[in-house]
């Protein structure tokens, strides 16, 4: 499918515009905590010229057919250019999670780290993350390294979108 620029796409949010649009595939989780587990998802990345991006995802588990078992994660948020190819992330989660993120973008990849994490009472004992986005072949490749519930950061969620 092809792609083409936004003409009012903000100058600082170039190295991340091929972000923009809705995606959806499917993906594996694994954590030493869970059982592992597939899931379908969709990311959608929308802008309006200003220097930020709204981002939400959600995410449903499946079965070995691809069919849905279940609702699983939302999340949403802001991505903000802060010029120089680096961004701030705020995103909050249906688990009651809330997480501040920095990220740097570059050649069709996009690294975010964790800077803050604030959790409500009920929400599980997650301290820090790490995500890579990147753009292979035209597909939304990501992974996320999770630390929770007394783990260290390790492997947790691993998808390929297509654009839909």
Do not use: S
Request: charged share 25%.
């Amino acid at each position: 499918m092809a792609f083409e620029l936004p003409d009012n796409l903000h100058p600082d949010c170039g190295p991340i515009a091929w972000l923009l649009g809705t995606w959806r595939g499917n993906g594996h989780g694994d954590y030493p905590t869970i059982e592992k587990f597939q899931f379908g998802q969709e990311l959608i990345f929308t802008h309006d010229g200003r220097p930020f991006f709204h981002y939400m995802a959600r995410a449903w588990i499946i079965d070995d057919n691809g069919e849905k078992v279940r609702d699983a994660a939302i999340e949403t948020g802001f991505i903000r250019a802060v010029g120089d190819a680096k961004f701030e992330i705020l995103l909050t989660h249906n688990t009651g999670i809330a997480e501040v993120w920095h990220a740097t973008a570059d050649n069709g990849k996009m690294e975010w780290t964790t800077d803050a994490v604030a959790r409500t009472e009920t929400a599980k004992a997650y301290t820090a993350g790490k995500r890579l986005y990147g753009n292979v072949e035209g597909d939304l490749l990501y992974a996320f390294d999770m630390a929770a519930m007394g783990q260290p950061l390790q492997p947790h969620l691993w998808a390929r979108l297509k654009r839909a």
